[in-house]
Nanobody, 126 residues
Framework: QVQLVESGGGSVQAGGSLRLTCTGS????????LGWFRESAGAERAGVAV????????YYADSVRGRSTIAQDNAEDTVSLQIDSLTPEDTGMYIC???????????????????WGRGTHVAVSS
């Protein structure tokens, strides 16, 4: 049974940074890519970033590319996402997900991660 536990988030001032961490348990080859989706008011759920534990491939959405880094933590099945230069547009529910490949992020919703966390809320104030 795959379980995903998120930490981080909260309230942040615009211009600041946040770090979100997702720890997976029970991960298999079909769930070795760990990453984040965001749900915002008035917008559909969309992929933000993903890191594949096997091979280290990464993907960043245009909205965060260039100001964010996703990487594996020292713990084997833990991935952290840091986003800098936050704006109110970054506000939303950030949901960790695990899937078999980056395609579950780049081709979402046609392809989808198999496993989802409960989410952690981020509020960026101006």
């Amino acid at each position: 049974q795959v379980q995903l536990v998120e930490s981080g988030g909260g309230s942040v001032q615009a211009g600041g940074s946040l770090r979100l961490t997702c720890t997976g348990s029970g991960l298999t080859a079909g769930s070795h890519c760990l990453g984040w989706f965001r749900e915002s008011a008035g917008a559909e759920r969309a992929g933000v970033a993903v890191f594949c534990l096997s091979g280290g491939a990464t993907y960043y959405a245009d909205s965060v590319r260039g100001r964010s880094t996703i990487a594996q933590d020292n713990a084997e099945d833990t991935v952290s996402l840091q986003i800098d230069s936050l704006t109110p547009e970054d506000t939303g529910m950030y949901i960790c997900a695990a899937g078999a490949s980056l395609l579950a992020w780049t081709e979402f919703p046609r392809l989808r991660p198999r496993f989802w966390g409960r989410g952690t809320h981020v509020a960026v104030s101006s």
